[in-house]
């Protein structure tokens, strides 16, 4: 039971990471390599404004997503506008824009052990036998709803099927009037939010530490390449795989290799099923 | 209305084939620039006889410039982008540890073994990224040296997070210069050859077209993986050189510096010109011993410019001398 309960927890975790990835690749394709740079910026700042400015925590929750939001409008806006469609430049300037903040964060004074944020209601309760934080919960019910919510967005909303449009052709989308750099700029600092919030969700558990930007990164990519890039669907499944894969190796072997094995099944993703799981690309696309 | 004319100079359509070189001027436009690159690199060891430290770090900027060949002839001679320099560089090390401590071999064949070894283990952990188009490669080049960190920390094998202690060094300072910069001088004109050879046409190929390629009857994926073996030996040279250096192989041969530093040079020095990623190491590793000081704040600075150079001068500074050097400008009416 134990492995269920947090088996589910942590794929709940993992698609929370992958979230904000998937949608700019799938809307924009372009890939947001500073995005675990911005997962850990939003924490930080939460944890700057409540502690140094003093300001209330659920205040401070709305700040810290805006302003990660408006760093990856930013970032679409000032950067990536000027290099759309050269995929080395910008693997490149992402990649660059990510490590400039992680380790800017890391001169700034981000290190050690003594930047956590609070838990949104402290305790634990006993579920089936097991003991289980409610914040870990609460992770699973906001993730859940945060789902949902996406799926209403894109399905529902103006702007969501705009980013749609794009997405399934950008041509057509444009002959309609949908700007493609504004619902760019839009899916950024959608992707961006996305990771702040999963941020807010994710780092009570543990330490704001500038690794977990690296991590929360490769989690997302390995993740997005198992369900299949730009497959929404596939990426929550492959989290679920990871995430049950994860637990099983950190109950039976042990935690040093948990990371392996997102590696390892990325590897024979790619060696069995290029596009993915769920990939909409199709293969011979892919597979030169 | 007014536009920028560029013509090429006189003295450079004559001297593009080699038999119309008829005064020594030309000889002198020819030679000039090759050979400042040549000298300069070969006398900085005479010339900082005396200053034992930044002969080390001339030493240590040579090992970034041959990553920054690999990543320059990857990136914008085949199209793969390597995010991951610092796992040639670990790898190569460790090789060559395993070689110079377990097997007790003289550094002369540790460095050429650990290079052939590193490439070839190297080509096929990436083999499986290498049929795909796209971001894959990019990515699991990032993941790799992160991964190797934890697998080495893990396992705890290959001496675990002390590294292996008791690599022989190299027997005199002029030998552990010379080595080294006359190994990027070899490799810096041997991958000129290779890229304008037919090989060298297939591979952009397959950058810039791979259906082109296929329909010609040429396997991608052989080809892609030939570049990453050559690219890979380089970046593995480097490696097994540094832990000879340092006589030691650990867990910081994977660090992060190793994959940046080599990236930002080749962007600042000129993408796809290979004396451009020279040029980029030698402004930028000088720099970074200036800089410190401010810790890890010099890979911020780094990342700025490299993002600053993409935005607003993608093509780097080699490019802009070349066409400085070859062509002159002058405004013509529209």
Redesign the interface.
Known sequence: MEVVLYGIINSVILSLYALGFTLVYSISRL?N?AHGALYVTCGYLVFVITNNLGLPYPLAVVIGITATSAIGAVIYR??LI??RGM???E???T???G??IL??L??GGLRGMTFVLPTFYPGSVILFDVSIDIQRLIIVAIGIMTFIGLYLFTHFSRIGLALRGIAQDERAAMMLGIDSDMTAVVSLAIGSGLAGFASILVLPLGNIVVEAG?TV??FA?AVC?IGG?GSWGGAIIASFIIGFAQILTEKFL?S??T??VA?LA??VT??LK?SGLFGKQKELE??? | MRRKERIDRGIKVRTEGIYAISSWREIVYLVGPRALLIIGLLSLPLVLVLAPYWKRVINIMCVYALLALSFDFL??YV?L?C?GGAFFIGVGGYFTAIFNVYLGLPFYLTIPLAGICGAIFCTVLLL??L??????F???T??YP??AT??V??FDILGGTNGITGVDSFPNAYLESYAIILLVLFFLFAMRRFVNQDIGLVLRGVKDN??SV?ASGIN??HMKALAVFVAAFVGCLGGAYLAHLYMWAGLSLFA?DFS?IP??AV?IGGGGTLVGAIIGTVILVPLSEFLRF????R??I???A??AF??FK?EGLMVYAQRKYHQFERWAKV
Do not use: K
């Open positions: 890939p390599f000032f950067i000027r290099i995929e080395i430049s693997i490149i300037a990649y660059a824009v490590l400039a380790e800017g890391r001169w690296y990164l490769i990519i390449i890039l042990s040093h290799f990371m392996l590696v990325i590897i790619l060696l290029p892919e597979r030169v | 990136a914008n199209g982008v995010l499986p990224c049929p795909l188009r796209g971001v894959y990019a990515i699991v990032l993941m992160l991964l934890r697998v920390e893990a791979d259906q296929r991608v994926t992060l940046i990236i930002a962007v401010f810790g890890t704040f890979i911020v780094y990342c700025a490299l993002t993409i935005v993608s």
